[in-house]
T-cell receptor, first 118, second 115 residues
């Protein structure tokens, strides 16, 4: 499986500011995924990031709030904009096992970024 | 609509006990995939197993075993002779062939193993 790293591992931010989370993979992958896990909750897919095209957002998530970049096949960023305490969550990126990512692929996850908004 | 239900929110056992984590899923797709992930206190999500809808064979991996039954739409996970290191939140997840790449997670079961 791919080795996935995320930066920062955790952060405490003030309301109204923005934070950019980085996700780095040790191999080229077609698609990367961003998830949110609110405290004590399950994981919810925010968006799918395909290199060279706009990210695809799930219902309830918008680009203005969670802009995503995918400049190459090994890297992606997720920005949490104009943060409020409700954005306090763990944010995780994932990639498919094969690098191509299809519905048959297993997704492997990064270590997550634990965000607290005051 | 697709859905994953983990009715057990929290389970506590003493070391060496066997424990079964339940997972019930709903899908209209005939081709789908089921997963279990482990999330220890450190927060990372660790992949444990993937099963496709055409393979109902049960699987054993060390102390872990999985029971997939399409007739009851269940994919249960048993830990034999539990250990303190098994303490974590366990998530069951589903992906469907028609909605590529999207993982639908259950709400998770927190397992606490006491020495």
């Amino acid at each position: 499986s791919a080795v996935i790293s995320q930066k920062p591992s955790r952060d405490i931010c003030q309301r109204g500011t923005s934070l950019t989370i980085q996700c780095q993979v040790d191999s080229q992958v077609t698609m990367m995924f961003w998830y949110r896990q609110q405290p004590g909750q399950s994981l919810t897919l925010i968006a799918t990031a395909n290199q060279g095209s706009e990210a695809t957002y799930e219902s309830g998530f918008v680009i203005d709030k969670f802009p995503i970049s995918r400049p190459n096949l090994t890297f992606s960023t997720l920005t949490v904009s104009n943060m409020s305490p409700e954005d306090s969550s763990i944010y995780l990126c994932s990639v498919g096992a094969s690098g191509r990512v299809s519905s048959t692929d297993t997704q492997y996850f990064g270590p997550g970024t634990r965000l607290t908004v005051l | 609509a697709q859905k994953v239900t983990q009715a057990q929110t929290e389970i506590s056992v003493v070391e060496k006990e066997d424990v079964t984590l339940d997972c019930v899923y709903e899908t209209r797709d005939t081709t789908y995939y089921l997963f279990w992930y482990k999330q220890p206190p450190s927060g990372e999500l660790v992949f444990l197993i993937r099963r496709n809808s055409f393979d109902e064979q049960n699987e054993i991996s060390g102390r872990y075993s999985w029971n997939f039954q399409k007739s009851t739409s269940s994919f249960n996970f048993t830990i034999t002779a539990s250990q303190v290191v098994d303490s974590a939140v366990y998530f069951c997840a589903l992906s469907e062939a028609q909605d590529t790449d999207k993982l639908i997670f259950g709400t998770g079961t927190r397992l606490q193993v006491f020495p």
